[in-house]
């Protein structure tokens, strides 16, 4: 008798925070330290949680996005704690999403969730929570497979669609959407085509949410210290 393979848990958390006025006005050492404090935050090492990145929004409601992920939700929740604990008197919390990345239940994996999470971060990060109307929910279930499909079908026909990555986790009960879906991509302008293409799918009738919609830059968070010698590098790039 074959043996199932354990599912993986892993949980996700996506974390905006917007700059106070008065910190372009604080003193440089100040933003040394605390620039180097959130550094030393994001830096990879062996505790949770496994996936850390920061970016720098292109919002107008927000600076700050960072995107983590952990097969432990309690050691999540205590990461939020040291972020906030760290820009603590120059940033606030803007908005924040809670929720599952889990294998699809219209499509079969082609690799373990956490595989792919390894890559090296592509320059943009989008990501935005997303529900449906509750009608979707009372289709029978090979007739939203096959609405599933022809969505997906349409992305990957799309000839600028090659390099985004995207990434469906679930939030249900879990936050004030049913779903938080994260993209990333090397072009802003393949990404804004890609998307206007799947307008035209049919499942797109049963949309009812998808705002706001968080856009970000990959970043080592160097551009908060504007005197720091990798924050002109990065401005430079």
């Known amino acids: 008798m074959a043996i199932a393979e354990e599912k ?8 905006t925070y917007a700059l106070e ?4 006005q604080s003193e440089p050492i100040f933003r040394s330290r605390v ?22 929004s292109l919002r107008h409601d927000c600076d700050l996005i960072f995107w983590l992920a ?16 760290s820009v ?34 592509l320059k943009y990060f989008i990501a935005y929570p ?12 090979e007739e939203r497979r096959k609405l599933i499909a022809e969505h997906i079908g349409i992305a990957r026909a799309h000839p600028e669609a090659k390099g985004i990555r995207s990434y469906t986790t679930y939030s249900f009960g879990l936050g004030d959407q049913e ?11 393949a990404w804004s085509h890609v998307t206007q293409k799947l307008r035209e799918a049919k499942a797109r009738k049963w ?22 010698e990798s924050s002109r590098q990065e401005n430079i790039v």
């Open 70 to 85: 952990s097969r432990d939700v309690e050691a999540l929740a205590d990461f939020k704690l040291a972020i906030n604990k």
């Open 8 to 15: 993986e848990e892993i949980y996700m958390m996506v974390l």
């Open 88 to 121: 603590l008197g120059f940033a606030q919390p803007s908005f924040s999403m809670l929720s599952l990345y889990e294998d699809s239940p219209y499509l079969k994996p082609k690799m373990k969730l956490s595989e792919t999470l390894s890559g090296e971060p």
């Open 179 to 189: 779903f938080v879906v994260l993209y990333e991509t090397d072009s802003l302008i």
């Open 21 to 24: 006025p008065e910190w372009w």
């Open 130 to 141: 997303m529900s449906k109307d509750p009608e979707w929910y009372l289709l029978d279930f």
């Open 207 to 228: 949309i009812t949410e998808e705002a706001p919609i968080f856009v970000g830059i990959t970043s080592d968070l160097s551009f908060l210290d504007p005197g720091s």
């Open 35 to 56: 620039v180097a404090r959130l550094k030393q935050l994001m830096r990879f090492d062996a505790k949770e949680p496994f996936f850390r990145r920061s970016y720098k």
